[in-house]
């Protein structure tokens, strides 16, 4: 079946920081890729998403690129802020109709001033 | 509303009791999931609903948990004769159709057993 893996936290940044949390997947065919965010006290938002091999997914300053060949999907950002500081959670969908969302474990990431 | 609501946002009840979930989706959203987040881990499928009907009931672990979604809106997760390891955070998704559409998370309903 599919599943994500996804490195293990707590990353622990300095501002300004440059961030790569690891992403690797295993799915048959084309699932569609994702990244969620948990803020502390908020619910899980989408971040970004990749529907294919080699797009480039990117909102906020972040950017993950669906990596067919190597079937990863790493989030980074080049200047991490304090703000930054949340639970972020890779993810994929299948592809076909109907799929459920299979996400990984999370990796916590702090940024401190 | 705006987003998904689902109430209550806590609920400690007793080990062997009863306990209710009730997720609001947006409005028009005709799917609606259901997931479980223990600490520390990230959310695991429970269940899928197209409409009225139960599309994917894959994930509930055994026969006390049952959700049901009436009338193709509001969705009650029903949990019987809970125990301590049902504790965890049961979240509520829905989204306009299945396929690739963004899926909107509401913020959970704590449940503790004690």
């Known amino acids: 079946g599919n599943s994500v893996t996804q490195m293990e936290g707590p990353v622990t940044l300095s501002e300004e920081a440059f961030l790569t949390i690891n992403c690797t997947y295993t799915a048959t065919g084309y699932p569609s890729l994702f990244w969620y965010v948990q803020y502390p006290g908020e619910g899980l938002q989408l971040l970004l998403k990749a529907t294919k091999a080699d797009d480039k997914g990117s909102n906020k300053g972040f950017e993950a690129t669906y990596r067919k060949e190597t079937t990863s999907f790493h989030l980074e950002k080049g200047s991490v802020q304090v703000s930054d500081s949340a639970v972020y959670f890779c993810?994929?969908?299948?592809?076909?109709?109907?799929?459920?969302?299979?996400f990984g474990t999370g990796t916590k990431l702090q940024v401190i001033p | 509303g705006a987003g998904v609501s689902q109430t209550p946002s806590n609920k400690v009840t007793e080990k062997g009791k009863y306990v209710e979930l009730r997720c609001d989706p947006i409005?028009?959203?005709?799917?609606l999931y259901w997931y479980r987040q223990s600490l520390g881990q990230g959310p695991e499928f429970l269940i899928y609903?197209?409409?009225?009907?139960?599309?994917?009931d894959s994930g509930l672990p055994n026969d006390r948990f049952f959700a049901v979604r009436p009338e193709g809106s509001v969705s009650t997760l029903k949990i019987q004769r809970t125990e301590r390891g049902d504790s965890a955070v049961y979240l509520c998704?829905?989204?306009?159709?299945?396929?690739?559409?963004?899926?909107?998370f509401g913020q959970g309903t704590r449940l503790t057993v004690v």
């Open positions: 409005s028009g959203h005709t799917a």
């Open positions: 609903f197209q409409g009225t009907g139960a599309a994917d």
């Open positions: 998704a829905s989204s306009q159709g299945g396929g690739n559409t963004e899926a909107f």
């Open positions: 993810a994929l969908r299948g592809t076909g109709g109907y799929q459920k969302v299979t």
